[in-house]
């Protein structure tokens, strides 16, 4: 769990919340090359997670793979087809669910 001023992102609420800045790791994919896969979140599109890591910056699509992100000490796993939108409309869909 990550916490802040103003929010926390647990596992429970994970895709309500922005990805940008969170590391994050390649588990399973139907591209085996991208498995095992890590880095930085540095931006996300309505398909593509784009990812910092050490041989420079991959874009990998949402629909193929599961990820799973670094909260703190805790390690979630999140398929990409639950995060798959645009990261505005994402965040608004979640809290309109709420609801």
Aim: no cysteine.
């Amino acid at each position: 769990m990550l916490k802040g001023k103003n929010y926390e992102i647990s596992k429970e609420n994970i895709t309500a919340h922005e990805l940008i800045g969170l590391k994050t790791k390649i588990v399973k994919g139907t591209e085996k090359s991208r498995t095992g896969l890590s880095g930085m979140i540095v931006d996300e599109t309505k398909n593509l997670i784009i990812m910092e890591t050490e041989s420079g910056i991959k874009k990998v699509p949402k629909t193929e793979s599961v990820f799973e992100i670094a909260l703190g000490n805790e390690k979630v796993e999140v398929s990409g087809k639950s995060i798959l939108a645009r990261p505005e409309d994402r965040i608004k869909f979640s809290w309109r669910n709420r609801k």
